[in-house]
């Protein structure tokens, strides 16, 4: 049974207020938490390529779930199943837009729950008028201290709590390593 509350001047029913403050909470969590730890542990570089390469197969396994779910649910008249497949279409093309920063983020703070292994990789710097850039050897790898920035802050404290010598301190054409860990879905971050 749903109560009527009044929220300024106007009634709303308990369950949509209830909607509403689960919606806002989880938006907050996702903006002001996930959002902002997610950019500083992973490179820019990974977190597109998750985005470019598995985030389309995550969105349709959520998809298919839930077009299942809705199929059980609604009756089986020619209206109904009319509407179960011009709804979700529309609503498919709609939100692809919408969650594809949502999941990539949720699923990248998903991978960095656990450690499974650890990776590491030998950088040559770049140290050009204290504008600091790293890149791997075989140059598949370039991470920029201006495009990087939350990364690079957390790849100086981690160089400052195991003692090595500071990124701007190190010439240019030097090589540095940095250990990352392998997440549950293997993608590699900064820990």
């Known amino acids: 049974m749903s109560r009527n509350i009044n929220v300024f001047g106007k009634k709303i029913k308990s369950d949509q207020l209830a909607f509403y403050i689960i919606c806002i909470a989880v938006l907050s969590i996702y903006s002001f938490l996930e959002k902002p730890f997610v950019k500083m542990k992973y490179l820019q570089s990974d977190i597109q390529y998750f985005e470019d390469h598995y985030f389309w197969k995550i969105y349709l396994t959520v998809f298919a779930i839930l077009i299942i779910f809705i199929f059980i649910k609604s009756k089986k008249t020619k209206e109904a199943i009319g509407r179960l497949i011009l709804f979700p279409l ?3 093309f709609l939100f692809y837009v919408f969650l594809n920063n949502f999941i990539t983020i949720n699923a990248l703070y998903i991978n960095q729950i656990k450690s499974v292994g650890k990776e590491r990789f030998e950088y040559v710097v770049f140290n050009y008028e204290n504008q600091i850039s790293i890149r791997t050897k075989n140059s598949k790898e370039y991470i920029s201290e201006l ?18 010598r500071p990124l701007d301190q190190i010439k240019h054409g030097d090589t540095i390593n940095v250990v990352y860990d392998k997440g549950l879905f293997g993608f590699k971050y900064l820990n």
């Open 90 to 92: 529309f609503y498919f």
């Open 147 to 164: 495009t990087d920035r939350k990364f690079f802050n957390q790849l100086k404290e981690k160089r400052k709590i195991n003692h090595v």
